[in-house]
């Protein structure tokens, strides 16, 4: 299997910024598209944003765009969620997801991923 650490979490202010990482294992990490999704109490998981194996074509959740931006660093087989202008509403466990598809697209559903990270807190206050 293939096994994702995250971190990053913690307390922020509404309107300040948070970066969050996902350590993955596995020398192919560069060949596989990857998501975050977020968890708030009480609600279903949330698809937040993903790439495809590229890293070169994204997509966001409305809730997010613009605010949030996913970047990789191969060499240090991380991918990362910038986070701005945070607000309340962010507040969740947020997950990373690896989908094992050779080259695959970047995708919204849930279903699509085949591992996740422990989830990392980041909680917002107003």
């Known amino acids: 299997q293939v096994q994702l650490v995250e971190s990053g979490g913690g307390l922020v202010q509404a309107g300040g910024s948070l970066r969050l990482s996902c350590a993955a294992s596995?020398?192919?990490?560069?060949?596989?598209?990857m998501g975050w999704f977020r968890q708030a109490p009480g609600k279903e998981r949330e698809f937040v944003g993903t790439?495809?194996?590229?890293?070169?074509?994204?997509d966001y959740a409305d809730s997010v765009k613009g605010r949030f931006t996913i970047s990789r660093d191969n060499a240090k087989n991380t991918v990362y969620l910038q986070m701005n202008s945070l607000k309340p509403e962010d507040t969740a466990v947020y997950y990373c997801g690896i989908r094992l598809r050779l080259f695959g697209s970047e995708s919204r559903n849930i279903g699509a991923y085949d591992y996740w990270g422990q989830g990392t807190q980041v909680s917002v206050s107003s």
């Open positions: 596995g020398r192919t990490f560069s060949r596989y598209p």
């Open positions: 790439m495809d194996y590229s890293g070169t074509k994204t």
